[in-house]
Structures are given as C-alpha cells and as structure tokens.
C-alpha cells in the first residue's frame, strides 16, 4: 500500500513498496507493441506492465482500452508517467523544475537514474543541490474532531511538512515489507513488541512500513507511523525529516527480516546510527570466508563447501564434498533457487538455468548432509551473556527448509551432552560475530557430530513460537539490548528469568502451513507436494501438549491437515526408506488402521510380520479381475492418509500421480519418513484418545 497527492505517485510508491526485481515501470524504447495488448487482455499480476509498456510503444489509450477494459481514467493517468519518462529521456539538462515534476509522479531516484543513463547516487546528489526534498503529510486519524495523538504520515513533493516537533529522542524501526514466502508477519511481530519495548524505555518509536495487513501499521502499535516504502531513498529522507524536528537515538535494522537488512550497509555508510547488530558483523555471518574463518579460529565444523562459477567449477567442488551436494544462489531468501542434487546430470542441468551466475554472483556448492538432525537455536547476546531460548530439532529430515519443517521445543532426540556442545557452540558464533541482540544459528548433528549450516544475526522466523514456548518475550529482550540493556538488567527486571535458559513448558510442536491446493503450474496443473530446499509455506501454526504425539496431532489439526483418527492408509517408500519406514507404519498397524502398499514396499512390510494389502501401481493399470491401483484407493475415498517418499530430486510419474491427487482430494500426504515417524506417534494418541485443551496462561504460570 503506498498513499501519495496523486494517483500515479501512489501507483508508482505502491510499485517499488513491492521489492520485486522488475516489478517497476519499464521504459526503454524497444518492444513488441501487438505481444503488449494481446497480453494486456488477460488479468495476471503483471498485466499493468503490458498497459503500461502498450501505452509507452505508442498503443493510445483507446486501443489498450479495447484491449484490457481498463477503466480510461487510470489509463490515462498511467499515460502521464510515459510522458513524463519520455520527458526525461529526451536530450539536455535535467533543471531543478523537471526533476520537481518527476518527483511528484513517484519517480524514484533509481529510475529517473536508469532514464538518463546516470547513477541514483548522482540523481540523489543533484536533487540535494537543488534542495529538493519530499515533505509529510499527516493522515488524520480523529478525523479533526480532536488532536490526535497517533498520526501517520506519507511523503509527498509538495510545500508543506506536516511532522510535528518532539524532544524525546527518537528510534526508526525499519519493518518487514511486503508479505511473501520466507517473510512474513513473524518478522512483524518482532518488530511490534520492539515498539511496546523501547516505548517503555522512553524512546519515541517510528515504525517504518508499508504493509497495510500488518500490525506494525496499526496506527497506535508507534509514536509515529511512515507509510513509505522500505527503500535507500525513502528511508534517508524520513531520518532526515526527524533529524530536523528532535534528536534520533538510532535505527533498527535487526527485526524486520531481509528487507532492512539489506539496507543496513548503505544506511550506516550515509551516517546513520545502527543500532544492535553492525552491518559488520551482518556482513560476517552472510560472507561465507569470513564466516568459514570463525568457524576455523573457534574450532566448530560445517559442512564442505565451494563457490562456482561455471559448470566446470560446480563439477570439482562436487567431486571433492561428494554427492548429494545441495546448490543455491549465493543470495537468497526462503531458499529460493536451492536444490539437492545427486549426481553430475543433475548439477549440469542446475547450473545451465543459473542463468545470474557471474563473478559477482556464484553459486554455492555445500556438501549435503543426507541422513542428519537439523536444529535451529533462537538466542540473545548483549556481548557479555548469553541466553539461550531455546533449541527446535526440526522433524523433517535434514535438506528440508527450516521454515517449511515441523519442529518441537523441547527437542526429543539430543543427548545433555548434544545440548551443551550446541550452546557452547552459540555463545563461540554470537561473540565471534559481534551480536547485539537476537541470533539464530541452524546446525546439524549427523553421526554424533556436529555442524554449523548458517548464523543469521537477527530476529528469525520462529522468535514468535519460542517466546510463547517458552513465555519470554525475545523481541523486546532483543530491541532493549540494542539501545544498550544488558541480560543482567532484563533478569534483575524481571523481562528475563533470574537464572538460567529458556525453559520451554510442555512440548510445543511448530508447523507449517503448506497450501498445495492453491500453488499452480503455468498450464494450471497442480504443484507436486514434496518439500524441500525452497520454501513454500504461506504461514505457521502451534500445537502444545504434555507429549510430543498430541502436540502434534493438534499442530497437524491447526494447519489444516488433520490425521485421521481410524481409517486406512496407503504407504509407498522409495527404496532407499524402505527399511527406515518400518517403525513408523508398525506403529500405525498396531494402532489398528488397515495399510495398502504397492508391491515393493508391501513386500519390505510383510517381512516384518505388519498386515499390508497390496495394490498395483498406476502405471501398471487395473489388475485384469479389476485389481484397483492406488490412484483408485485416493480418487475413491478409500484411504485417508498418504504416504509416498519419492527418490533423488525429479518426481517419478506414479509418485507424482500419486501426490497430486492426493492434493486436489485434500487428503493428508507425508513425503518424508521423520514426517510418518511424527504422524504415527499423533495417530497413536489419538486412537488413545485423552486429549485436553490449556490456555497459554495456564501453561506459562
């Protein structure tokens, strides 16, 4: 959501508020005018770039009016930007009154930059000479019946600043942006209780956000509300803008996911104050030299690794870590682009659509720990303590996602031993680092041994779970020890138990929201449901309980995903989980749900005396006495539960079939063995009944 004096600055605010690559006007002179109104009829997310690219090729407003039905008064006022970018790219100087002009129409710096082929940074440093600058407007929000004391604000270039004077020193929380997969209203929730925190410090607190579903953007969650997008340019002028009405204590850059992390660099090398964390030592945790060089000096290990930079390169490293490798962008977020790939057909193929692989831009190459535990630590540090809150043993097995696994807290499988090692490991990362604040770490135990994966020195994606597990409220911890508390004073204040860790009461079970009914292919063919690597959740839910098996079950209830309490259930292990799909499916056998298998695993079943019936595959067809397959059983209503682990990376068409349909019926489908393991403990409680409901109060007294 962007507010502006005008539709077309709003529209254009509202574009860039995106942080899509791309996502922007487009208006450089070649194109297919015929392949923009054609794709101008059809509503997908990018067809307001097909009107807008048709109007700039010269289509008229009538034409794409035919085109896209679009009512004529925005495509008009979408014709204004053309001109104005047709303006700025003709030949001669860029004076004072043309760039005014362009600013009132949402042109960032960027683009008016990309228009007349010069940087942002010489757009922004002529438009400071010109002393050109956006002013803020107040929303009212009593509407003039009396002063209000929560206004928000937007830019616009007009006259007139409407940002009142205040002698409280100020903070800037940069928010999350928009929501999208691997950021969501987790990283809003830090951000939140960082406003309630540090107002009780006496800070006034400016929330920075443009997410209208957001409680960040709740006009009463700050002091003072920027609806603005959470750019460079945007956030300077807003600091600039407080600077000149009170004095500004710091920014906060460690709350908000990626989107103002990515900024923290620019911002402090412009003068402003970070507080928290440094972009230095961000920086030290996301370089992976600088990162392998703490790890070497602390003595910690983590799994082999190498940048490539062509096929050649990938080949070499993958030769020296052994397959599987796991491959990836060297900057992402959610795991996009990540993939497992097993042998050298695979990683050729990964690397030959790494089409932003460049010098500046490898991809990374770790060695794949294939049968491993995977953890996730949330912890504070104030540079002198640590307080570790807690540690998540995920349930999916290792090369899942972290935001796509289920986790528990506390975790069921670690030795005392394990836990010491993992907190001794923590403190080492957070003191090496230079944390002031929050710090997640995932690692990985693999044959008693372990690995660190990743250090991410800011709130993570599961500070919301650990603080309701275990009753601290971590955001605020974090934001107070930015502006200068230590661990000690939040003990002795009673924000931080008096002594000790995290305790987490009862057993907490995180879990994914994972919608495949929703997700589409292109053609509009269904998503296959395996997870992996790359993110894909939508959200989270919390299941709590005195054992892990009810836990569960109320997580798996929560997301949408209910196991069956009685019933049948299909399992179809690849042959490499064939002997470790055992305990699981004796479970469910024993707790008295009737089990179908095709041949191989019903075969790996019955050796082990676990009553199994026997359907043919799909691609075998119907049996010639009418034998059903299981896609019969699933289009049939007649089991309900899947379980089908597919092998290596690409789906084989009955496991797909399989998946799929299993999807479009909403039957509840597991693609791993950790996740049967999980689902057969709930199942079993449940078939056990006994099932009770406490209020996160009581849990917490």
Known sequence: MAIGRSFPEALQKAMRSLEKKGYTFDFSPEGDLEYELEASRTPTEMRIHHVQRALYLGAGVARVHEASKIDPWFLDQIEQINEMARELSEPG????????????LGFSDHQIGSIVALKESDIRRKREG????PVYKTVDTCAAEFKALTPYHYSSYDEESEVEPRTKPAVLILGS?????????????????????????DYETIMINCNPETVSTDYDTSDRLYFEPLTFEDVMEIYRAELAVGPVAGVVVQLGGQTPLGLAKALEDAGLPIVGTSPSAI??????????ALLNREQLRAPEFGLAYSYDDASVIAERVGYPVLVRPSY??????????YDDEALASYISRATEISPDHPVLVDRFLDHATELDVDALFDGQELFLAGVMEHIEEAGIHSGDSACVLPPVDLSAESLREIRHATEKIARGVGVRGLVNIQ??????????LEANPRASRTVPFVSKAIGVPLAKAAAQI????SIEQLRAEGMLPESGDGKAQGISVKEAVLPWNRFRKRDGSGVDALLGPEMRSTGEVMGRDESFGKAFSKSQSAASGALPSAGAVFVSFADRDKVEGIRGTKKLFESGYKLFATSGTAKALAREGINVEQVRKFSEGKGPKGEMTALDLIEGGVVALVVNTPFGSGPREDGWRIRTSAVARSIPIITTISGL?????????????????????????
């Open 130 to 133: 010109f002393g050109i600058h």
């Open 482 to 485: 930015s502006l200068g508390k």
């Open 177 to 201: 942006g928009p929501n999208r997969i691997g950021q969501g209203v987790e990283f809003d929730y830090s951000c939140v209780h960082a406003a309630f925190a540090l107002k009780s410090m």
């Open 443 to 452: 690692f990985a135990i693999e044959d008693g041994t372990l690995f660190v």
């Open 677 to 701: 393991n999980a689902a057969a403990e709930a199942m079993a409680a449940q078939h056990n009944g006994d099932f009770t409901v406490t209020s996160l109060q009581e849990w917490l007294r």
């Open 283 to 292: 920086d030290i945790a996301e370089d992976r030299g600088e990162f392998g």
């Open 332 to 341: 992402v977020l959610g795991g996009r682009g990540m993939e497992i790939v």
């Open 93 to 104: 100087e860029l004076t004072a009154i043309l760039l005014k002009r362009a600013k009132r």
